[in-house]
């Protein structure tokens, strides 16, 4: 089993930034890729991106250019940095690894 939680949510103005991170728990954290997701108010959860074993990463066309997922497995933990933030990246932000999610963190970006 494992336990995740996100942190380094917040407010912030539109072409902003933000560094997400996604923290876990128990064991395999290195063997196993940490995807994000996302869900605004009145809409269902969104994939955002990817990362997997090797350091290698895919996301939404939505996010493309404007976000970097990493990962340091020293740490056991993953990154997503949000540059060019826009107001539709309002949205609660959660991470996934082996079928276990995080609480989620609310990202505002709010003039």
């Known amino acids: 089993q494992v336990t995740l939680v996100e942190s380094g949510g917040g407010t912030v103005q539109p072409g902003g930034s933000l560094k997400l991170a996604c923290t876990a728990s128990g064991v395999l954290f290195s063997v196993r890729g940490v995807a994000w997701y996302r869900e605004a108010t009145g809409r269902g959860r969104e994939w955002v991106g990817v990362?997997?074993?090797?350091?290698?990463?895919s996301y939404a066309d939505a996010v493309k250019g404007r976000f970097t997922i990493t990962r340091d497995n020293d740490k056991n933990t993953a990154y997503l940095e949000m540059n060019d933030l826009r107001a539709e990246d309002t949205a609660v932000y959660f991470c996934?690894?082996?079928?276990?999610w995080g609480p989620g963190t609310q990202v505002t970006v709010s003039s």
């Open positions: 996934n690894q082996a079928q276990s």
């Open positions: 990362i997997n074993i090797r350091g290698s990463t």
